[in-house]
Nanobody
Framework: QVQLVESGGGLVQPGGSLRLSCAAS????????MGWYRQAPGKQRDLVAT???????NYADSVKGRFTISRDNAKNTVFLQMNSLKPEDTAVYYC??????????????WGQGTQVTVSS
C-alpha cells in the first residue's frame, strides 16, 4: 500500500519560515506530478504549488515569490519551503502525488495533513 507522510508543520510568527516535507512509500512504480494543497476551516481545499517529475513548477498567485516547491525523486519526497509567512497562510497543508502502482494503473494519493499556524 502507498502512504504519504507529512512533517514540518507548526506555529510560526508572521514573517517567519517553515519547511514542509512529504515522503511517499510503498509499492510505487513511478511518481508523476506532486503538489501541496491547503484548507482552512470552512473553506475548500486550494492548490498551493505543483511540480512535475522533470521539475516544472506552478504556484498559486497568493504564494508566488514566497513559497518554493521542490522534490527529491530518488527519495520520493516533495518539499515546500515557506518564507515571509502571513496569517492568511494558516491552514492544514496536504501533500498530493500522482502515482503509478503498475504499468497500467495510476491513482491520486493524499497525505494526512499538517497544521500550519501563523500568528503573533
Amino acid at each position: 500500500q502507498v502512504q504519504l507522510v507529512e512533517s514540518g508543520g507548526g506555529l510560526v510568527q508572521p514573517g517567519g519560515s517553515l519547511r514542509l516535507s512529504c515522503a511517499a512509500s510503498g509499492s510505487i512504480f513511478s511518481i508523476n506530478a506532486m503538489g501541496w494543497y491547503r484548507q482552512a476551516p470552512g473553506k475548500q481545499r486550494d492548490l498551493v504549488a505543483t511540480i512535475t517529475r522533470g521539475g516544472s513548477t506552478n504556484y498559486a498567485d497568493s504564494v508566488k515569490g514566497r513559497f518554493t516547491i521542490s522534490r527529491d525523486n530518488a527519495k520520493n519526497t516533495v518539499f515546500l519551503q515557506m518564507n515571509s509567512l502571513k496569517p492568511e497562510d494558516t491552514a492544514v497543508y496536504y501533500c498530493n502525488a500522482d502515482i503509478r502502482i503498475t504499468t497500467w494503473y495510476r491513482q491520486d494519493y493524499w497525505g494526512q495533513g499538517t497544521q500550519v499556524t501563523v500568528s503573533s
